[in-house]
């Protein structure tokens, strides 16, 4: 499998309307199971094929819970029911995150890769990411359902000082945890992504300081 270049806004591909699949062959099942791979590398939820330079109405979504991608091809969601607020990202507009409504249940059907009939009913992240794939391929961005500018907020400044202390560090200076007081202190994550990867309970957590020490800073 091939990991694709993702097209990032203002790329104007994203703003085109994608084709049906007439066919689901083996080039439409090898650009699903890349589209597959691709997500896997960005650590997304969802792709739809216009983010990485097709426009062809095929989807890729896989939750954290689930084992196995969905591949779905021409997806069309037939019924929406209730509302509710969501923080919404997408791997095509990198950096940002807004708020927007979207439903709380979704039904829709698409095709498998095999070619196969597949009925779906969603709620909630589920029912949210096949709303936002599905408006990718009608050249639709979440940003277009933004209420205003100020639902928009940059991710990186402001979260900086939210996670200066995730990255990977285990204090072992005996001396140090003595003088304040403490058994154990272990710091988890990845401070360049401010996204953690958890290794284990954080205890305590260390001081600026410390961890500028620790990181010969």
Known sequence: MTILTIRTVPDPILRRKS???????????????????????AHG????????????????????????????VNPEITRRDGERDV????????????????????????????????????EQIFAQALEHEVDHLDGILYLDHLKSHEDLHEVGADDESEHEHDFAAEVEDEGLMKSRGEKRVLIAGNGSDGIAEIKGEVIVEATEQDLKRLSGG
């Open 87 to 122: 923080e919404e990202g997408c791997l095509s507009v990198p950096g940002y995150l807004g708020n927007i409504v979207r439903s709380e249940r979704v039904k829709a059907r698409a095709v498998s890769e095999w070619g196969a009939k597949i009925r779906l009913t969603a």
């Open 45 to 72: 939820v969802g792709l739809a094929a216009p983010q990485v330079g097709e426009l062809k109405r095929l989807v890729v979504l896989q939750l954290p819970e689930e084992d196995n991608p969905r591949i779905l």
């Open 19 to 41: 084709r049906a699949v007439r066919e689901v062959d083996d080039a439409v099942r090898k650009l699903a199971h890349d589209m597959v791979a691709t997500l896997h590398d």
